[in-house]
């Protein structure tokens, strides 16, 4: 029983200290070296393109630019990012 209590106690603060933290790599973040002309999107296997098109959205509107789609994450990537450019006008 008291096992069981120490690893539920773990677990929690563990979690409790891995979120917020600033580190860049938590999932529906914004990487690190996003400007005017871009910006990726950190990704978890649940989230989808979709997802990190809005947060690209709210970072290329700032710039009166929306984005593009440049490259998909993939499941090989060490860090899961979708990158996005930040174009003027359009993308329809």
Partial sequence: MNKLLFAIFLVGVTGCSSTGGGSGIAAGTIAKGADENGVSVNKNS???TADTYKIALTHCLKFNKTPELSRKASALDFWMKDQY???KG???
């Fill in 90 to 92: 359009s993308t329809n």
């Fill in 85 to 87: 450019r930040c174009v």
């Fill in 46 to 48: 649940f989230m989808t």
